[in-house]
């Protein structure tokens, strides 16, 4: 339960510099880590920003030794998330255009 209190610190945020060094350090290989996995630029560019985001909030938290392993897990993550979503986005639309052809008025002129 320790743990859960570390989120809550100022601490686990990074100072500017720290958020630069390391945007720079990993931005280039994080991305093309996401598109390999999404096969979709918009799509890696999002998970993206999402890692690098949770980065700058929670890095701060992480031990130094472990946070290229944690930005990657985060970025997996992140990827994965929206591989879901799509996915519920696919079923969703095949699912109302199944209904819709099954709903179809029937065409009175013979």
Same mark, same amino acid.
């Given at each position: 339960?320790?743990?859960?209190?570390?989120?809550?610190?100022? =601490?686990? *945020?990074?100072? /500017?510099?720290?958020?630069?060094? $390391?945007?720079? *350090?990993?931005?280039?290989?994080?991305?093309?880590?996401? $598109?390999?996995?999404?096969?979709?630029?918009?799509? %890696?560019?999002?998970? $993206?920003?999402?890692?690098?985001? =949770?980065?700058? /909030?929670?890095?701060?938290?992480?031990?130094?030794?472990?946070? =290229?392993?944690?930005?990657?897990?985060?970025?997996?993550?992140?990827?994965? /998330?929206?591989?879901? *979503?799509?996915?519920?986005?696919? *079923?969703?639309?095949?699912?109302?255009?199944?209904?819709?052809? %099954?709903? =179809?008025?029937?065409?009175?002129?013979?």
């Amino acid at each position: 339960m320790g743990n859960l209190a570390l989120v809550d610190e100022p =601490k686990m *945020r990074l100072s /500017e510099g720290q958020v630069t060094d $390391l945007v720079n *350090r990993y931005q280039n290989d994080l991305f093309h880590f996401l $598109l390999g996995i999404l096969r979709n630029d918009s799509s %890696a560019n999002d998970a $993206l920003q999402n890692t690098l985001v =949770k980065l700058v /909030e929670q890095g701060g938290g992480v031990a130094a030794g472990s946070l =290229k392993s944690w930005v990657y897990r985060v970025a997996f993550n992140e990827a994965m /998330e929206i591989r879901r *979503r799509y996915s519920l986005e696919a *079923r969703h639309h095949e699912q109302v255009a199944i209904w819709r052809s %099954a709903h =179809k008025p029937l065409d009175s002129s013979d």
